[in-house]
């Protein structure tokens, strides 16, 4: 795909360069088809490229013994990753597995180093990016910590409720629940530990599982998160 002025002015790295810069922009930068399940960078490897999620999401995760991983974040359209190796000269710090198919785009690792120095605002805009997901994972940090895995089940639903949910009589309707071992993967527990959790939450009248969605209700808040 010929990538344009007009769709990389759309992705947030890219905000406050003008059309020459994106011009310039558009030559160094590959794009390529990804398969779902296909890793994009490796834990441990050296970093060669920036890449941007142009179609499709990925999922940032580490990974335990025994198959284990824990999803550090899911990112969509427009968003980037593999700076951290580039900026700081150490091995990739997580994997990115692509979560559907994708396409992603690509951003060589002389080119982008070149281009933080030539345009102050994508170094800004990787300084924001980096704040956002220093918070977040103060965040994750704060509820491992802090919350009892209750509490954490009770917090991802209510963010994710917050997120997407639609309002409606009973509750916040999230209409397609992640499933059990993507919730266990965010939070840090088993996927036995998440059904046996939301099942007592239905029992307590605090969800209510509607086919593949569920409906939050806001006793969540005040009850689940002892
Ligand atoms: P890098 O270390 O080069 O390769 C793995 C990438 O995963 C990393 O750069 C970041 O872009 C991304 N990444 C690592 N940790 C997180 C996190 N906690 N939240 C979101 N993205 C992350």
Do not use: W
């Not at 890219?14 to 011009?23: E, I, K």
């Amino acid at each position: 795909m010929k990538l344009t002025i007009d769709y990389l002015r759309e992705v947030t790295l890219f905000q406050g360069l003008d059309d020459d810069d994106l011009a310039r922009l558009a030559l160094l930068i590959t794009d390529r088809p990804y398969n779902k399940g296909e890793v994009v960078v490796s834990a441990e490897d050296p970093g060669d490229a920036l890449y941007i999620v142009g179609d499709g999401e990925v999922k940032v995760i580490l990974s335990g013994s025994g198959g284990r991983e824990i999803i550090l974040d899911s990112l969509g359209p427009g968003a980037f990753f593999g700076e951290m190796s580039l900026v700081d000269g150490e091995p990739r710090s997580a994997t990115v597995v692509c979560t559907s198919r994708c396409r992603i785009l690509r951003l060589g690792r002389g080119e982008f180093l070149r281009s933080m120095r030539s345009y102050p605002s994508m170094a800004i805009n990787i300084m924001t990016e980096l704040c956002v997901r220093l918070r977040r994972a103060d965040e994750a940090i704060g509820n491992l910590a802090l919350l009892d895995v209750y509490g954490r089940v009770a917090r991802f639903l209510l963010e994710l409720a917050n997120d997407e949910g639609e309002e409606t009589p009973g509750g916040l309707l999230v209409h397609k629940l992640p499933t059990q071992q993507h919730i266990a993967s965010c939070i840090g527990t088993s996927r036995e530990t998440v059904s046996r959790t939301l099942k007592e939450f239905q029992n307590r009248g605090l969800v209510e599982v509607r086919g593949r969605g569920v409906v939050v209700r806001s006793a969540l808040g005040a009850q689940g998160l002892r």
